[in-house]
């Protein structure tokens, strides 16, 4: 494909529809040396161009990008008895779960499942390194992408990243490798490893697991800073973020040199969705809950979010939805060794009372997909999501509502980013 503009306009009209959610994935396929995923002037991980691009490399990041394209769970994973749910997408087993050992139960976001499936899967030697995201070592609110090979390393990474994270980044070095591995980090993250495996064969033969967090979208960084700013803090000031663990949330600890401040996930997110300050792409979202993933792991707070009375003691309960036969065969298997404690199975309906915010988009983003198109946007291309069956559920009066809230979005700028501008430039 090509058009009048040139390729790095073309690349960059994915950042500037606001589509880009900072994987790492262009830079990994069109080599560093002609773009950089880095931290920009809009406070975002995004592509710079720095060298040549043509092309056939676009088109290569628009077929592989999550910002343009997100798919369900590829069909040769799909058996014949996994199950379907019209929200909750396929199925094998959902069940409510938390870490085996107390300590990592502790440390992790919820109940630490995924830490104890790292480790888990690391220990059994099914594969040999996990790639996942630990805090940044340059910015403090940001994740950066990591390889763990042991428990520690695994450990170190254990709590949620709520800031940018490009976890694709160094995904060919990662493959080239040639060694098993797995991969945890968010579902547009994982829609676009699926992607690439469409380009790269490596991919399905060496990505052994890929899990996920169910997802609600990430913090922006100036809904972050205007957290630190809201609690009395300079956010020039703040050497560490920790967003959630030790205790389900557990505190949002911040550093500013040898001082530490606690303060709890509703002071950071606000009190319900509709506070939540999130990056365009996450309102356009048309998969939060991982449907590409062998396992999604999720928080069970009825409604949605915690109070901040029941959390004070809460030893923190994921749900696991395993996806294909191979997640729920581990899901068994940690559970057989005391890596993970299982509770109890649980529906998909039960998840729609953990997950209303999900519900609600997915019945909505069709119609904001439509927004898109009315105003000559690109259109993330989806397949195997639902999306379009799940608005015609809804009355005509809902679909307009959320059409018309995404074309007054673009009118008044709230779903353009300016081109983007390395912020070490
Ligand atoms: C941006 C974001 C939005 C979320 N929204 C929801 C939601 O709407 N509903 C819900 O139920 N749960 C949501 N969660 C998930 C929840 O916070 C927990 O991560 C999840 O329940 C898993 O808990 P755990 O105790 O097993 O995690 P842990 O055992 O602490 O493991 C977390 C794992 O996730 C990886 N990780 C952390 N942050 C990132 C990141 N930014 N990108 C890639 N990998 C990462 C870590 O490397 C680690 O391996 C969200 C998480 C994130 C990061
Ligand atoms: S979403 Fe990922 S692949 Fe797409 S432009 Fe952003 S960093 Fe690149
Ligand atoms: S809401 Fe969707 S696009 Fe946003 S971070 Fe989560 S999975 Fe990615």
């Known amino acids: 494909m090509s058009n009048s503009k040139s ?18 994935l262009c830079q990994a396929v069109a080599g560093v040396e002609r773009l950089r995923v880095t931290k920009t002037l809009s406070g975002y991980l995004q592509p710079v161009v720095e060298g040549e691009l043509d092309d056939e490399i676009v088109d290569c990041i628009y077929r ?23 929200v909750w997408g396929p199925w094998r087993r959902i069940v409510r779960a938390w870490a085996g050992d107390p300590e990592i139960r502790f440390e992790g976001s919820t109940g ?9 899967l690391l220990a059994s030697k099914r594969v040999d390194f996990v790639l996942h995201v630990k805090a940044s070592t340059t910015e403090p609110s940001f994740g950066e992408a990591t390889l763990s090979f042991d428990e520690s390393d695994v450990f170190e990474a254990a709590g949620s990243r709520y800031g940018p994270a490009a976890p694709l980044v160094d995904i060919k070095a990662a493959l080239a490798r040639n060694r098993p591995f797995a ?11 699926r992607n690439y495996a469409r380009q790269d064969e490596r991919v399905d033969r060496l990505v052994r697991y890929m899990l996920v967090m169910v997802c609600g979208g990430y913090g922006t960084p100036q809904g972050t800073n205007d957290f630190f700013r809201r609690v009395g803090i300079d956010p020039a000031q703040v050497t560490a973020l920790r967003y959630r ?11 500013t040199g040898d001082e530490a401040r606690e303060f709890h996930y509703i002071d950071y997110w606000g009190e319900d969705e509709t506070t939540w300050a999130l990056p365009f792409r996450c309102k ?52 057989e060794a005391g890596a993970l404690t299982l509770e109890y199975d649980i529906v998909p309906d039960i998840m729609s009372v953990y997950q209303p915010h999900q519900v609600n988009k997915k019945y909505a983003v069709w119609a904001r997909h439509q927004g898109l198109a009315d105003a000559g ?14 608005a015609r559920d809804l009355p005509d009066e809902s679909n307009d509502f959320q059409r018309q809230g995404t074309q007054k979005r673009i009118e008044i700028g709230k779903a353009t980013e300016p081109t983007p501008v390395a912020s070490d430039n």
């Open 7 to 24: 390729p790095g306009e073309r690349l960059y009209a994915i950042v500037e529809q606001g589509l880009c959610i900072g994987c790492g």
């Open 64 to 86: 592989v990008c999550p910002g343009t394209r997100i798919e369900g769970l590829p069909r040769s994973l799909l058996e014949a008895d996994t199950r379907h749910d019209n």
């Open 112 to 120: 630490g499942v995924l830490t104890a499936l790292a480790n888990y």
């Open 183 to 193: 991969f945890i980090a968010k579902p547009c993250d994982v829609a676009a490893l």
């Open 245 to 255: 663990g030790r205790g389900c949330p557990g505190p949002t600890r911040v550093e």
């Open 284 to 335: 356009i979202c048309p998969d939060g809950i991982g449907e590409a993933a062998d396992i999604a792991a999720s928080d069970t707070w009825i409604g949605g979010g915690p109070n901040r009375v029941d959390s004070v003691d809460d030893p923190g309960t994921n749900a696991l939805i395993a996806r294909t036969r191979a997640g729920e065969e581990l899901i068994a298997a940690a559970a």
């Open 377 to 390: 946007r690109i259109v993330p291309r989806t397949e195997g999501l639902r999306i379009e069956q799940l």
